[in-house]
């Protein structure tokens, strides 16, 4: 007889093949998260003391109503709620986090944007999340304003990329001690949002990816695997590893290679790969992704302003094919859209649709 655990593997992997099936079809078009902000949305995020809880509640899903709404003009197989209450990738979070406190004293304040005038944030007592990391919150109003059809999809950054703009302190004395006081909380963020409904969700891990030429990639696998693995084989899991965007500027050592082999063990069902803007620079590796993972390649460049047609579109989807098989592969910007402007970002969606239907057409 089979053992409990024998058994217990045999139905996870019957339950990730299953979802796999259910989730994926041929050259599936995506998105990784975040969508430009409205102008006006913009404009009283500067104002927000003029606004009281229910306005600001009107302000936040009229947004949201706004990225659904040309996402699903694009026809996008997947939507979001495009963030619209994340002003930051990593700062929206921290307003959920007790014992943080902003410290922008040492940030570079003038000159060309970059990621220096960021700053660090410091921890002035032990990490807490009493009430949760807001996600869950996202994912219900999505559910409640999107139409039937697309898959809804959350995202939530990983616990060492949010932990990149905390200053260590006695009590957390690196960023891994950080990163390790964070993991149970997106951990937890994770589980409800499978216990709300949520059918796919991508950890976002941006500076895996941009620091893995210099960092112990096994052991950014291990903090990967242990932050999701409570709902592995519950959800359609992915990652998205690109090498940053901050005011469409990268920040990492753009290269794929010193993710491998090691990010092969990431326990996910798809890899999000930025391509775009790297010039489809080593798209032969997306092959030893393919060997286990679905994948999601960035056809769309994200930093640029050359809105690509759909017949561009075509050709790379197609290059992308002699790496991935079709089934296996899904279509996406390179990173969250809310450094683009909304026109660009609208029009890039429509046309990445477009090419991507095209192909199917041929296949």
Known sequence: MMSMRTVYRHYIKTLEKNMNKFMHSPIRTTVVGSYPFPGWLEFATQHLNEFGPADIEELIEDAVIAAIHD??????????????????????????????????????????????????????QTLSVPGGLGVVKEFSRLKKLAPAGPVLKASIPGPYTLSGRLAPNREYKDRYAITEALLPFVR???????????????????????????????????????????????????????????????????????????????????????????????????????????????IID????YIETPEDVAERIKR????????????????????????????????????????????
Request: proline share 4%; hydrophobic share 35%.
């Open 71 to 124: 996402q699903t003009l694009a026809e996008l197989d997947v939507i979001t709620d495009g963030e619209q209450t994340r002003l930051d990738f990593n700062l929206s979070f921290y307003g959920y986090i007790k014992g943080i406190s902003p410290d922008e004293s040492k940030t570079r304040r003038f000159g060309p944007a970059a990621h220096d005038q960021r700053g660090k944030h410091q921890i002035t």
């Open 188 to 298: 937890k963020e994770l589980e409800d949002l499978v216990a709300a409904g949520c059918t796919e969700i991508t950890v976002d891990e941006p500076s895996m990816s941009c620091y893995a030429y210099k960092e112990d990639t096994k052991r950014f696998v291990d903090i990967f695997n242990r932050t999701v693995e409570s709902v592995v084989g519950k959800c359609y899991l992915s990652t998205h590893l690109c090498f940053g965007n901050f005011k469409g500027r990268p920040v990492g050592y753009r290269s794929i290679k010193p993710m491998l082999p090691d990010f092969l063990e990431f326990k996910v069902d798809e890899i999000h790969v930025e391509m775009a803007n790297r010039e489809f620079s080593e798209i032969e590796l997306l092959s030893s992704f393919a060997k286990r993972f679905n994948v999601a390649v960035g």
């Open 302 to 305: 994200v930093k640029n302003y």
């Open 320 to 363: 992308c094919l002699q790496y991935v098989p079709a089934e296996k592969l899904s279509v996406a910007p390179d990173c969250g859209l809310s450094q683009t402007a909304r026109w660009a970002s609208r029009q890039k969606l429509i046309n990445m649709v477009k090419g991507a239907k095209r192909v199917r057409e041929t296949i």
